[in-house]
């Protein structure tokens, strides 16, 4: 009789524990469109070496809500201020009814995107953006986990550069970048991307479906 009832027990407790998982368990939002991937499982983003352009240390989980990154750099002639546009335009269509959210440009040109240079950059669309770089090593790590892949490039002879120096920079060497938006939930866990073209109709649909 005793062995029946551990063993009823701890059946009994793997079947809460699995229904808890099963109930618990996180999900994307509910929300399809073009160009928008959702991850499943999600992958948690790494943070070491990363800092906001205050100086202090970024983190990709943030309680108030989900994050809508960026990643790009300031000398960039097309993509990012024709994103960074968007994102502003939409932010000023939700106002102060949209889901708890963050916009946050990610340099990936720690050589040249100074934390002033970041501020500035940005002050231009919207006074409330983050703006965060980090470390060579940082940016590659989290580059290879979130799937934002770059290069530096020079722009005369067309070949990649592993280290900008000095007469790189003077040239204005090019940055291949990533060119989505990469969606974080609060807990700091990439759940999708939402790939060229950004839209404002689409970022403010998107926006609105957060949970």
Excluded at 20 to 30: K, M, T, Y
Excluded at 58 to 64: L, S
Aim: net charge negative; charged share 20%.
């Amino acid at each position: 009789m005793t062995r029946f009832v551990v063993v009823a027990a701890i059946s009994l407790a793997a079947l809460l524990a699995s229904a808890l998982w099963w109930f618990g368990r996180d999900e994307a939002p509910a929300i399809e469109m073009a160009g928008l991937q959702w991850f499943d499982p999600p992958v948690k983003l790494p943070e070491e070496g990363l800092h906001q352009v205050s100086g202090e240390a970024f983190r990709w989980d943030w309680p108030q809500g989900w994050t809508i990154a960026f990643f790009g750099y300031t000398h960039c002639p097309d993509v990012c201020p024709d994103a960074m546009a968007v994102l502003a335009r939409a932010q000023a269509r939700l106002g102060d009814e949209a889901p708890p959210h963050r916009i946050v440009f990610v340099s990936v040109d720690p050589y040249r995107d100074t934390p002033e240079v970041l501020r500035e950059y940005l002050a231009y669309f919207d006074r409330h953006f983050v703006g965060v770089s980090g470390s060579p090593e940082a940016l590659q790590r989290l580059a290879m986990v979130s799937g934002a892949f770059y290069d530096y490039e020079d722009p005369e002879s067309g070949e990649v550069i592993e280290v900008p120096d000095n007469a790189a920079i003077e040239a204005g060497y090019i940055v291949n970048h990533f060119g989505a938006l990469v969606l974080v939930d609060r807990r700091g866990r990439m759940w999708g991307h939402l790939y060229l073209p950004i839209e404002v109709d689409k970022v403010v649909r998107l926006i609105e479906a957060l949970p």
